[in-house]
């Protein structure tokens, strides 16, 4: 009855990072029936948070290898011990808040986990032995809250001064739930089996008479009648052949194979039940037989509904116009016979690409979008073959080209091709001058007289000018004397000094 983690489970519910498992940081298996931890170590190793409340899970495992795991979520659950999280060493927060924890001695088992600083017990029979917190305040020392409520200096070490006595008190508080829930374990199967004794008697009683031990003749058959024995060899033989009671499971049971008492569950649920495990589990399967059986009452089986025969073409075969979605689209080259079709559709932005299904066919082209239909008649032919379509990332549409069959691709003529690289081209630019005749640029007349005149760089002859051999003709530079100098009069001349030239 107890649902099991799967991969598709685990993948339906890993949306938000695209259905990758491998990388999953964050899950949420809640309100899911689930019985077990399993497939989570191995299949999801980078989790970091971890919810898993309100289920049927019983025992903490399968969950040490998660190294990366920081809040771990297991409130409303059947755990009756605190055990397998040595291995989670990033765990900071753990909330077994309403289970069944009673031996308070597990939570020794978390003073490995040296980064858990959040610890929620609230709830659970440990909870309300006398020097609870205290126990849970020397048991682990890493930690700043206890159910919600911060830990002070002052509070542990007046915890650490009275811990011989604590513990003593604890243990023996242990010892007392335990024997209690035996005994309740105890009577819970006495009630049990007598209940089971007392539905077979009645069963058998009603479909073989005589079951009770009492004489009886089978006057009813064709064969002669015959008188049973209790203990007779014949009644051996009849007694082994009859059909055992079958124990079903909901999730597995047909329409002819499901039975619901409807008084039976009436009584169950005014009847008051003791909060344990046991009752938990067996409260779940009451309820799901009670909404399986309010399901066939109103005809909402859980059998998948067919699907609407749609029509998608007319009775003389042309395809119909359908926009089941309500999208916007656009349809261009309708006018032109020259260009493709092209549609865009207005497709919803997060919509995940392998949720849409194009058929581009010669006369319609249909796109599919989570059973919804978008069809779109068309004109003229088309070579599907030919066509593509794209999606935007920026907007989702999706465009589909569509080239027709009749589609004439003309070349462009020179006239037209030369008309383009001269469209830009005005004539009065200087552009348009001819290339082989020089332009100069304009010089001030004063920067003439004192600059190089680069006319004079001419070629010696001008038969000779294919030899490439250039002469640069000298100007003539008048000297300009210097004035001499007088002088001084206590200069004396050194025979020895050489003259200045």
């Known amino acids: 009855m107890a649902t099991r983690i799967t991969l598709d489970l685990i993948r339906k519910r890993a949306e938000h990072n695209d259905r990758e498992i491998s990388t999953l940081e964050e899950l949420s298996l809640h309100q899911e029936n689930i019985g077990r931890i399993e497939l989570l170590d191995n299949a999801c190793r980078k989790l970091k948070i971890l919810y898993l409340q309100n289920n049927l899970i019983g025992k903490i495992e399968n969950v040490g290898r998660l190294k990366d795991l920081v809040y ?12 397998g999280l040595s291995g989670c060493e990033c765990l900071q927060k753990l909330d077994l808040t309403v289970n069944f924890v009673g031996d308070l001695t597990t939570v020794k088992s978390l003073k490995k986990n040296e980064q858990l600083n959040q610890l929620y ?35 542990r070490i007046k915890a650490h001064q009275n811990i011989e006595n604590i513990e003593r008190e604890i243990l023996e508080q ?15 199967q006495l009630k049990k089996e007598k209940e089971e004794s007392k539905r077979l008697s009645t069963t058998n009683k009603s479909k073989n008479p005589g079951y009770d031990g009492s004489w009886y003749c089978d006057i009813k058959g064709k064969e002669e009648p015959k008188i049973v024995e209790l203990n007779s060899d014949d009644e051996d033989e009849e007694t082994s052949n009859k059909p055992k009671p079958v124990h079903k499971d909901l999730s597995d049971s047909s329409d002819s194979e499901f039975e619901y008492d409807e008084e039976a569950e009436r009584r169950y649920w005014e009847e008051e039940e003791e909060f344990s495990p046991e009752g938990r589990v067996e409260a779940a399967l009451h309820a799901k037989k009670q909404q399986e059986y309010s399901d066939r009452q109103k ?31 656009e349809l261009s080259g309708q006018m032109e016979p020259n260009e493709p079709y092209v549609l865009d559709l207005a497709v ?3 919509l995940d690409t392998n949720a849409i299904e194009l058929d581009v066919q010669p006369t319609y082209v249909r796109v599919t979008i989570k059973e919804r239909v978008f069809q779109l008649s068309l004109l003229e032919e088309v070579n599907p073959d030919r066509g593509k379509a794209e999606r935007s990332k920026v907007t989702g549409h999706l465009q589909v080209t569509m080239p027709k069959v009749n589609q004439v691709i003309t070349s462009i003529s020179k006239n037209e091709k030369h008309k383009v690289t001269t469209a830009d081209k005005s004539p009065n630019s200087k552009t348009n001058a001819n290339p082989s005749s020089s332009t100069y640029l304009e010089v001030d007349e004063k920067a003439k007289k004192g600059a190089v005149n680069v006319g004079d760089i001419v070629s010696e002859n001008k038969k000779s000018t294919n030899s490439g051999l250039l002469t640069l003709k000298q100007r003539k530079i008048g000297t300009i004397s210097a004035p001499t100098r007088q002088n001084d009069s206590d200069f004396e001349d050194d025979s020895d000094v050489p003259p200045l030239e």
């Open 174 to 188: 242990v010892r007392d739930y335990e024997k209690d829930q035996e005994a309740k374990r105890r009577k819970r």
């Open 299 to 329: 005809g909402n089986k859980k059998e998948k509904k067919k699907k609407k025969k749609r029509n998608f073409f007319r009775p003389d075969g042309s395809p119909r116009n359908m926009n089941e979605a309500g999208l916007d689209f």
């Open 72 to 83: 771990l979520n297991l409130a409303l659950n059947n755990i009756i011990k605190i055990e």
């Open 121 to 155: 017990l609230t709830g659970n029979p440990c909870s309300n032995f006398d020097g609870y917190r205290e126990y849970v305040l020397c048991a682990l020392p890493q930690l700043k809250q206890l159910d919600g409520i911060e830990i002070t200096k002052s509070e």
């Open 348 to 350: 919803y932005k997060h």
